[in-house]
């Protein structure tokens, strides 16, 4: 069972290196996106690249927001990991074994087919794209390393970086 959303259960949550790229007043209807104390940006839905959900209310959440499951695998073990919906906030629910620096397969927990790549390869590893609408639209997107560890995470609305988070990790 959720949490309530109680605003205390935020006091804690550090989210340095988030930067916010466009004005709340420009955010498409599209995308399920929340601007939480004037300072956290709350993804309320996500989908895989089949239009299955996933967020639900039996996920773990975080400062009473339902996280984001997925499942990982790294080094040929899986793991059902759920990340916090805050951007920027590093805690996770599982996947504690996984090294920092292990490049993962970040897949769907419906259909353990790995999320759809998100521009091109880096040196360091893939960014994997979480779609914000059950049409999974390109425009509406988070991108995620599929490098254990690597915090560096974007949102896209309407094909524009609407807030992005570039850790010094």
Avoid at 42 to 51: F, I, L, N, P
Avoid at 58 to 75: H, S
Wanted: negative net charge; contains cysteine.
């Amino acid at each position: 069972m959720a949490q309530d959303r109680n605003p205390d259960g935020r006091h804690n949550l550090t989210t340095t290196g988030v930067k916010l790229r466009k004005d709340e007043q420009t955010w498409s209807d599209s995308a399920a996106l929340e601007l939480v104390d004037a300072a956290h940006v709350v993804v309320s839905q996500a989908y895989d690249q089949d239009g299955n959900p996933l967020i639900s209310e039996e996920n773990a959440t975080f400062a009473g927001f339902p996280g984001v499951r997925l499942l990982v695998i790294a080094d040929g073990e899986e793991h059902e990991v759920t990340l916090s919906p805050i951007h920027g906030h590093q805690e996770r629910v599982g996947g504690d074994d996984i090294p920092t620096g292990t490049r993962c397969q970040v897949c769907s927990p419906h259909t353990r087919k790995e999320l759809p790549q998100h521009g091109p390869e880096t040196r360091s590893g893939t960014f994997r794209s979480i779609y914000l609408t059950p049409d999974c639209s390109d425009s509406h997107v988070v991108v995620v390393s599929d490098v254990w560890g690597d915090h560096n995470s974007r949102i896209v609305d309407e094909f524009e970086v609407l807030s992005e988070y570039v850790g010094d990790d």
